[in-house]
């Protein structure tokens, strides 16, 4: 070799040299995002999708169950005029501000043991025209569909605000049953009580409804609805039986309670997870669905409550918990795209809410919470 080829060659080398030094370390450095970084990226959008979805679902099974083609169109405004000022009622509702997630680990099933009670809230309608003379009286009717039976009525109590009176007097408080104009006499009195109350002071007054709640309910054609008046000592009505001007929220209503039948807690056996979990198997997940992110107004309680969602790997081999289920797959591996992580096992809520006909309705919406997750 010349020495000028030798003296170029070591020139090249001299030049060339850093730059094939930095290269190789820019190889050797680690990427940004690691495997795993990627891979954990890539799960959290798969539950966010799935949030989405579940979310989505939520909102057609609440209006499907409730036999609605689409939400009542009811403001806030509106909600805050209909909505009952009656102390069970609050009560109710501060039930649901108060209500924590302590419990989210038990599943209630039945057994013989522990009853429950549901309180149903039923607000007063116009009666029938049939028992009306002249349009009056305006109050009050109660519907009850097929599913109230006589024998589960725990209590009955009809709530009726008195308006103030002028001095400190007794009140007589009667109520009716109204029967048809034309079977002559249209009131049977039911209940009458006397109440002392204070000059100038509103209030609620309850009466026991039980006996005559039981009838309708075994002779549904006995029931026409009712006639509340509260006489004062000068013959002044002073119950509120239609919404006057600035007496929104203050016509009658039925509190009832109904006992759902025997059932005890036990532990749940699912996979729990949080969102920064990092088990990869079939697992629940926390979800909480607000109502008034969907601007459903038309819902009084909850406004919001805790649904959860599935997500998660289902191989084989995570199985051992669900054998049908396992064998099933095994028996025909080529006939199914293998186990999905599902809801196992849900739950009702219980709603406060108003119907198309501004009518409160208080029931019980099923399978809207995910308990417990699994392989199927």
């Known amino acids: 070799m010349h020495l000028s080829q030798i003296v170029l060659y070591l020139s090249l080398l001299i030049v060339l040299g850093p730059v094939v030094l930095s290269d190789q370390e820019t190889h050797q450095q680690p990427s940004a995002t690691s495997p795993e970084d990627t891979e954990q990226c ?10 989405t979805m579940r979310l989505n679902a939520i909102k057609s099974q609440i209006l499907s169950k409730l036999r609605m083609k689409e939400a009542p169109n009811i403001s806030r405004d509106i909600v805050k005029q209909l909505l009952p000022k009656a102390p069970p009622l609050q009560q109710l509702l501060d039930q649901y501000d108060v209500l924590g997630d302590d419990n989210k680990d038990v599943v209630m099933e039945d057994d013989d043991e522990h009853a429950t009670t549901e309180t ?5 309608t116009e009666p029938e025209s049939v028992v009306q003379v002249d349009g009056e009286p305006k109050c009050c009717f109660f519907s009850f569909t097929q599913k109230f039976q006589a024998s589960r009525i725990m209590r009955a109590q009809l709530w009726v605000h008195l308006r103030p009176a002028d001095e400190a007097t007794t009140v007589f408080l009667q109520i009716s049953r109204l029967m048809p104009v034309t079977d002559g006499n249209r009131h049977i009195r039911i209940r009458s009580l006397k109440i002392d109350v204070n000059s100038g002071v509103s209030s609620w007054q309850s009466i026991d409804v039980k006996q005559v709640l039981t ?25 509120v039986t239609s919404a006057e001007p600035g007496e929104e929220g203050l016509q009658p209503f039925m509190e009832v309670k109904i006992s759902e039948g025997p059932k005890r807690a036990r532990r749940d056996t699912g996979l729990d997870c949080d969102e920064n979990s990092p088990e990869s198997r079939c697992c629940r997940y926390p979800l909480t669905v607000d109502f008034e992110d969907f601007g459903w107004d038309w819902i009084i309680a909850p ?3 805790k649904a959860n969602y599935c997500s998660g790997e289902c191989e084989y081999m995570h199985l051992q918990k669900y054998p049908h289920t396992h064998l099933v797959n095994e028996a025909n591996p080529r006939g199914t795209a293998g186990p999905c992580c599902t809801p196992t096992k849900m739950s009702p ?19 809207m919470v995910v308990d417990r997750c699994g392989c199927s």
Request: with cysteine; charged share 25%.
């Open 303 to 305: 406004k919001r409550y």
């Open 120 to 124: 149903i809230v039923m607000m007063a």
């Open 42 to 51: 890539a799960t959290c959008e798969v539950r966010q999708q799935i949030k």
């Open 349 to 367: 809520i219980n709603m406060l809410y108003f119907n198309r006909k501004e009518q409160i309705i208080y029931g019980k919406i099923p399978s």
């Open 215 to 239: 009838v309708w309910l075994r002779q549904p054609e006995t029931n026409w609805g009712i006639e509340i008046n509260a006489f004062d000592s000068r013959g002044n009505d002073l119950a």
